[in-house]
């Protein structure tokens, strides 16, 4: 016995030494990895039959590493897989909602704020989210109203997407954008099925994911600049994502999973409505972007711009003063223009030539007068 006893810790003392350093470690960390994902998928909140689809992929994650090894290609290959997969759909906000703030007097105020003029699209959008609001309160807030999506067509810079942020600013809500301008596959929406090896979430649930809320407000952005190709592909799609009937069960092929976006606000924009589909037109409200006139571009140039850039740049009330009778030649240096993106850059470049004079040190302030304009417009 004492002989067996002997050859028994002579071999014990044998596999110690012979054992690899940092596989047992490896070991436990897989099977941390493991119970990781299980945790993860067991404090989701998420549909009951999706979590059941999950927990059984995670067991047999588990018994792969068991019967193959924790090393093998089988097992890294399904960790990865299902790992990704298990971090996107514990990340989407099946339940997580913002509160809307409901108050109407507060949205007029947000849209004043942020929008000179435009009182008619101003007072439509008052009507849209009276609709919410009113849809809201009578039904406890548990339902959404389906309130027409609105599509605010106009040319450049003419205040499209600055609307949709407001709108969003003004409910309360997350804003996403997703733009359609140069898209050319519908999968960039709807994602990519997990059998290819470069599979995906489409831009529906990553701005879900990145909003944290199941309610925000998604831009879908220059819907009539869609490549030729891909168009009907990519309005059969707004089909399902625009129309209530369906988008209460949106699939994205990666999650393959229904997920409910009725209580996502969408807002379309275009700079006209030739390329769009008339059914997807059918489940819109277009609103009608109008021109801005010199007038108005005086007053949102010198009440709103002027004061936001100047102080972007870094520069005080007393730094930069510009004479009031220069406006109507500072915002027509290049002829006509139905927005105001090329006045922001105008604006712009002249508080960067009064900081960059200031910075010199060969003044201490500017002041623009008609001796000095040509000096600090920009020279395209």
């Known amino acids: ?13 044998t596999d110690i030494n012979n054992t690899t350093p940092g596989v047992s470690d490896s070991q436990d960390n897989a099977n941390d990895q493991v119970r990781s994902l299980q945790r ?32 093998s290609p089988a097992y890294i290959t399904e960790y990865e897989g299902i790992a990704t997969y298990i971090n996107w759909t514990t990340a989407l906000p099946w339940e997580k909602e913002s509160e809307d703030i409901l108050d109407l007097v507060k949205a007029k105020q947000v849209l004043d704020k942020n ?6 699209i101003k007072s439509a959008i008052l009507e849209f989210l009276a609709t919410i609001i009113l849809n809201k309160k009578r039904k406890n807030g548990h339902t959404m109203s389906h309130a027409p999506i609105l599509f605010l067509v106009g040319l450049a810079g003419t ?12 409910l309360g809500r997350q804003f996403a954008r997703i733009p359609f301008g ?20 489409g831009s529906i649930i990553k701005n879900l994911v990145k909003s944290g809320t199941r309610n925000p407000v998604i831009l879908l952005d220059e819907l009539d600049r869609v490549t030729e190709a891909a168009r009907g592909d990519i309005m059969g799609t707004l089909l399902e994502l625009l129309d209530p009937g369906q988008n209460k069960a949106f699939t994205d092929h990666y999650i393959d999973y229904p997920v409910n976006l009725s ?19 059918d ?10 006139s010199d007038e108005e571009k005086i007053a949102i140039a010198r009440g709103y711009l002027f004061s936001r850039i100047r102080d972007e740049v870094g520069l005080t009330e007393t ?19 139905s927005g105001i993106r090329s006045l922001d850059r105008i604006v712009a470049g002249i508080c960067r030539k009064a900081a960059r004079a200031i910075v010199e040190g060969s003044v201490t302030s500017v002041h623009l007068t008609s001796d000095n304009l040509k000096q600090f417009l920009p020279s395209w």
């Open 115 to 120: 929008h000179f003029g435009i009182e008619n």
């Open 263 to 281: 209580n996502v606000l969408f807002i379309s924009t275009g700079n006209n409505t030739t390329n769009i589909s008339t059914a997807v037109l």
């Open 40 to 71: 993860k998928v067991e404090k989701t909140v998420m549909p009951l039959d999706l979590k059941q689809m999950l927990l059984d992929r995670v067991t047999r994650l588990d018994l792969i590493k068991k019967g193959s090894g924790f090393m």
């Open 283 to 292: 489940r819109m409200q277009i609103l009608q972007m109008p021109s801005y």
């Open 182 to 201: 140069g898209m050319s596959d519908s999968r960039v929406i709807r994602g990519q099925s997990r059998a290819y090896s470069d599979a995906e979430p």
């Open 159 to 170: 205040g499209k997407t600055t609307l949709a942020v407001s709108i969003a600013e003004a």
């Open 1 to 13: 016995m004492d002989a067996l006893a002997k050859a028994a810790a002579d071999q014990n003392d």
């Open 319 to 337: 730094e930069l003063t510009i004479d009031e009778l220069l406006w109507p030649q500072i915002i027509r240096p290049l002829g006509y223009d």
